[in-house]
Every structure is written in structure tokens, then in C-alpha cells.
């Protein structure tokens, strides 16, 4: 069963520092990652989707990495603003019956101090 | 297209009563998901339609609820004699599927419906 965590739960920082977001999934049979971005209240903003052939995908000041063979995907955020802050989700497909269900990890609540 | 919608953004109701809500995913999208999602957690896959065929329900999905996507189109997820527990936002997503791709993109999720149950 595909089990995704995401650590810290909850992260501050003060504005301009370069932070870390963790993602680790279960089972690495996977065909893709995605990142998500949800502010409160309201919906999910896809950042980021890594292909499972791919290493890494850049946006911006965003850069998700993945490692499938140790489960495992980061988010790094450069040069934090106060508008980074939000939660970020990280989601993988259950992908066994090809139905590309979202696993989502709870999420990590940043925030980003002036 | 501006995405995909969700209607209404917000329902505060009386437990036992019944309510729907609609979601239009983005047009040229063949599949369309419904997630739910509690406070503090990531949300939870509910179901999901290949045009107008639902292909999979969750065990989170008691009998009380019920998806349509009449057409291939817009999507109505209706929760009857609504409990407490179900109070949640409920989220609606839609992808491009390609048949004979091993990989599908991205998921492209709306606003969400916050349902309240008094």
C-alpha cells in the first residue's frame, strides 16, 4: 500500500532564507510526483510534476528533486518571501490499477516571516 | 479556460439534509476526480470518471454518496442525510488521459466546496 509522508509538519523561516521540503513514499513504483501549493481555504495549485525518467524539475525559484529507489522527493524553495507561505502538498499516483488516484502526504505548513 | 470550477464555494447545512455539488473540469479533459479533504490532512481520493464512466468509488464512499458526470462533461457529487463526520472540503480535479500512455499529466484541481454539517 503506498504510503506518502511529508516532514517537517510545519516550517518558519525568516524572509530570503533557502529552505528544504521533504516528500518519502512507500513504494517506488511510480510513474510520477507532483507538488502541490494550497493556501487556506482554498484549493490545490500544481507546482511541479516530476516524471519517474526525470531527476529534477525547475519553476522559478522552485526546484523538485526525485529519487525513486530511496522513495524520496525534495522541494527547494530559494530566497523565501512572505508569499511563499502556504502548504505544500506532495502526491503520488496509485498506479497499480492505472487509475492515477492521488496519494497525498498531509503536507507541510510554511511560513515565511517579513 | 479558466480552469476548472467548483459550485457552490461554501454549504453550511442541517444534519439529515441533502445537498449536491457541481464541478466543470477543464474542457478538453477526459478524466475527472472527486477528493475530500479534513483539516490538517491531504485530501483523500473519493472516486473518479473516464468521460462519463465512473471506473473506481473508495470505501470512503458510503452509500449515502453519489457522482455523475452525465455527457462527459460537468460532474454533481451528491451527499444525502448528511452527518457531522462528512463536514470537509471537497475537491474536484481533471486530467488528460492518452490511451497507451504509461503516464498521464498533471492534475488540475478547483477552488473545493467547504461543506459544513450542523
Known amino acids: 500500500k503506498q504510503e506518502v509522508t511529508q516532514i517537517p509538519a510545519a516550517l518558519s523561516v525568516p524572509e530570503g532564507e533557502n529552505l528544504v521540503l521533504n516528500c518519502s513514499f512507500t513504494?517506488?513504483?511510480?510513474?510520477?510526483l507532483q507538488w502541490f501549493r494550497q493556501d487556506p481555504g482554498k484549493g490545490l495549485t500544481s507546482l511541479l510534476l516530476?516524471?519517474?525518467?526525470?531527476r529534477e524539475q525547475t519553476s522559478g525559484r522552485l526546484n523538485a528533486s526525485l529519487d525513486k529507489s530511496s522513495g524520496r522527493s525534495t522541494l527547494y524553495i530559494a530566497a523565501s518571501q512572505p508569499g511563499d507561505s502556504a502548504t505544500y502538498l506532495c502526491?503520488?499516483?496509485?498506479?497499480?490499477?492505472?487509475?492515477?488516484?492521488?496519494?497525498f502526504g498531509s503536507g507541510t505548513r510554511l511560513l515565511v516571516r517579513p | 479556460d479558466t480552469g476548472v470550477s467548483q459550485d457552490p464555494r461554501h454549504k453550511i447545512t442541517k444534519r439529515g439534509q441533502n445537498v449536491t455539488f457541481r464541478c466543470d473540469p477543464i474542457?478538453?479533459?477526459?478524466?475527472l476526480y472527486w477528493y475530500r479533504q479534513t483539516l490538517g490532512q491531504g485530501p483523500e481520493f473519493l472516486t473518479y470518471?473516464?468521460?462519463?464512466?465512473?471506473?473506481?468509488k473508495s470505501r470512503l464512499l458510503s452509500d449515502r454518496f453519489s457522482a455523475e458526470r452525465p455527457k462527459g462533461s460537468f460532474s454533481t457529487l451528491e451527499i444525502q442525510r448528511t452527518e457531522q463526520g462528512d463536514s470537509a472540503m471537497y475537491l474536484c480535479?481533471?486530467?488528460?488521459?492518452?490511451?497507451?500512455?504509461?503516464?498521464?499529466?498533471?492534475?488540475?484541481f478547483g477552488p473545493g466546496t467547504r461543506l459544513t454539517v450542523l
Open positions: 474542457s478538453e479533459h477526459n478524466r
Open positions: 516530476i516524471q519517474s525518467s526525470q
Open positions: 513504494d517506488s513504483a511510480i510513474y510520477n
Open positions: 470518471f473516464q468521460n462519463e464512466a465512473q471506473l473506481e
Open positions: 502526491a503520488v499516483p496509485l498506479t497499480k490499477d492505472s487509475s492515477y488516484k492521488l496519494i
Open positions: 480535479a481533471s486530467s488528460l488521459a492518452l490511451s497507451g500512455q504509461p503516464t498521464q499529466g498533471t492534475q488540475y
